[in-house]
């Protein structure tokens, strides 16, 4: 832990919100024009989480607040270990522990429509961690080891040989980001039936927090497809920006699913096209 | 210094199963506390011992050598009279066979003229999991048993605590024994006291769950039995620790694989998963013991210690892939259970198997990941164990649905089982530090990656929801709370112990893991713990970083707590809460009131029991035949 790594951690700290922030805007900007509205200014994101930060804090019990704290605190450590190049696999057990902390907090509050919100998120889980890990083990196979410093030493881009592997994973940011037509846990747009689902007992500052953490999950997972090309890192934040505006336009021109066409897809479709790639990685036997 | 420890090791907990036949039952709680201490006491003395081997020789020898072949005869004989009691006829015919082969054994198997026990890092580890683990399970029979028998009156006490602490003397020797008809003697009795607790009820289902255990454990008795036959006729070999050492470790292939068979049947792997589920008729901390502390264990016990034999072979990988299978399988079924008890027993199968399949790599860093992965699961397993007997006690039920709300009930009993559940999957505890190390050490082999990859994302599913259930606050709060000492005490030690060992998992890993993986393979694993970091050759655990993030969380949520004070209001329920009535009142259709509910997805229809038992026991049977063929050929 020499000063650049402190100065390093600090600008992530305030740097990624922001960046969030603003993707957050582009979001709903998008979301408007598409829809033939105007939409909100850029920074209406920060202005919504300013306002509620001054309200009150209505809560349905005392614990609920705390999962969310977790939650957030958890979503930046596992930014931090990929901006410090830590192990993957690692990364994604830290991230586990972020989005079970929301889960348990959406049960948490009792409430029907929270409860049946995160009995969804979990299947959420079932679909895309396996997903996940099979990158991690993709990186593996390509370089010899786990730590993503090996992916950012290597002279050839991680896309050129797991291209599979990036299609499944712009299907795991689709899911993350609770985007339809995966958008059954939580959703920004209104479903009278789900209401906010997961986070509808969340309000005031428990929910400000719960805005600032997903600030940080977009620098997260894009992140996640940033890692697929950092020989230049020019083309890998064009790589994820192009993945993430890819996401949003999907979340305009879909309805949203049920929750089992989701598993199906993931287990039959998106784990079929990793496991190839992944044979196909470890038969071949090249490395990067 | 060594010896006497031994010894009293395995005569202490005899001492104490005569002391529960003999006193009055009023005495048990002291009797329970003393024996926990002297539990603890001896598993320390033995590891501040040291390793290091007991001979036992000349007369001492003769007269234990003819005590074990009298025990040998007295329990062929007592299951020959009880299988015929109950007309149980494959349980006899397995006992005529295992009778038969003893036979045999006794007339052709050379004498051996000394027995040894083998004291290593492993079984040190073994005898603090059993003797800390396993006595405070008995100080929490004794706050739970009374409940249980009022419940059924039954009153077999004196036999429940006498087969208890019979059991722990047998496991005792079971892990320090190194000579193989001694073992197999251990072996037979922990069946035998298993059995007669499945079958403590003395019902019906319990009678008939007790033989399935026993006829199914009879099984593993008599491929053991014939590996020790082949090994002592054709090899000479008549010691565990020999069979590791012995330079032909190809032609010894079928008697490993043999003796490998038996531990997965004590190991309850598939096929032989429903001895288990069956075994949970019995009270809670007879489940306890069996899935976390005991018996399981000494399945995996036998398959670890004959790493060396079967190390980069195909045996080897037919067994990681067979582990793996069971790993995901049961993983699969666990999450369609809503019964917690079954849902831990397939959480027991599923990560037994995943030692099975770590064993199987054979790596050294595998062989690291499922020594620590038996002592990190066998606390938590303990512990979810007796948190969900005292659950039951609690809420009348083993329903997973009627434990939300759990929270507002029993505060204190929520927070230990939310512990054991958050140790099972989420890092930076022990269970999720050893999975992270089997799976990098797996990632050479992509069957068995593939399958503990998919069988790690059900393991999240099904504790998540769990969890989350238990986490849950409704507004009902009916159910009055016994906090008695003796439940509370090994309760919350253990949560205590989960801890600990998750902070000290490198102190662990270098006093007991390290050495035992360099005894069995030569090398240890080129592993580090600088800075609160696990790193290995291909990876690296920051684990201290975690536990300071997770105190940073509770921190943060304390001092801000106070920023913004709460302010309590009810469910959002579309503006139709029947608030005098119930939080959870909305107004239906027809304008009068409902009660609303939700529940957890288990995709009966996908994963459930009916969809999935048959295809595992085909796949299984399958690998294990493969296993046993590439052993012969």
Known sequence: ?288 | MLETTVMLLIIAPIIFSLLFVALPKSLYKFLAWAFFLVGVALSVMLVLDGTGTVEVAGSNFATLESIVLILEVLIILYVLYVSAKHKNWPTLALIAISAGLAAYSYMNVAEVESASFNIDPFSQVMILIVNVIGTAIILFATGYMDHYEEHRHLNRQKTFYFTMSFFLAAMNGLVMVDTLGWLFLFWEITTLCSFVLISYNQDEEGINNGFRALALNLVGGVAFSAAIILLGTRFDIATLSGIGTSSSAAVLALPVALLCLAGFAKSAQMPFQSWLLGAMVAPTPVSALLHSSTMVNAGVFIIVKLVPAFTGTTLGTAIAIYGAFTFVMCSALALSQRNAKRVLAYSTIANLGLIIASAGIGTPLAVAAAIMLILFHAISKALLFLCTGEIEHTIGSRDIEDMSGLIKKAPLLTMLISLAMVSMLLPPFGVLLTKWVSMEAASSNPIVIVFLILGSALTTVYYAKWLGTVLSSTMDKNAVHHAKLETYFPLSFLGLCIVVTSVLVFTIYNYFIKPQVEILLNIAPTVSGQAGQFTSEIGAFAYAAIFIVLALAILIYFATRSMFTPRMSNYYMCGENNLERDGLMFRNGLCSYDKSSASNIYLQNTFGENKLTTLGYVISILLIVIALAGGVL
Not at chain 1, 180 to 195: G, I, K, M, N
Not at chain 1, 198 to 222: D, K, N
């Open chain 1, 1 to 288: 832990m020499n000063v650049n790594d402190i100065l390093l951690a600090v600008l992530v700290l305030i740097g990624a919100p922001i960046v969030g922030c603003i993707a957050a805007g582009i979001d709903r900007k998008i979301t408007a024009r598409l829809q033939g509205r105007v939409g909100p200014p850029l920074l209406q994101p920060y202005y919504d989480v300013r306002k509620l930060l001054s309200k009150d804090n209505m809560i349905v019990n005392k614990s609920q607040n705390f999962y969310v704290v977790v939650y957030l605190v958890f979503i930046v450590l596992s930014l931090l270990m990929l901006i410090f190049r830590q192990d993957i696999l690692m990364i994604i057990f830290v991230y586990t522990v972020a989005s079970v902390a929301l889960i348990v907090g959406g049960m948490s509050t009792g409430s029907p429509y929270a409860r049946v919100g995160s009995s969804r998120e979990i299947m959420a889980i079932l679909a895309y961690e396996p997903i996940l890990i099979l990158y991690a083990l993709a990186i593996y196979l390509l370089t010899g080891t786990f730590k993503i410093s090996a992916v950012v030493d290597a002279s050839t881009p991680l896309l050129a040989y797991t291209p599979l592997i990036f299609i499944a994973m712009i299907f795991v940011l689709n899911i993350k980001l609770k985007k339809s037509p995966f958008d059954y846990s939580t959703s920004h747009h209104a479903h009278q039936e789900l209401v906010k689902g997961m986070l509808t007992e969340y309000s005031g500052p428990g929910f400000a927090i719960i805005e600032i953490a997903h600030f940080y999950e977009y620098v997260f997972l894009t992140g996640l497809l940033f890692v697929f090309w950092t020989v230049n890192p020019v083309i890998g934040f064009l790589l994820s920006t192009a993945a993430f505006l890819l996401v949003i336009v999907v979340d305009n021109v879909t309805a949203r699913v049920y929750w089992q066409w989701m598993l199906k897809l993931s287990w039959t479709f998106l784990l079929a096209i990793s496991i190839v790639n992944i044979a196909f990685l470890y038969f071949s036997g090249v490395k990067i």
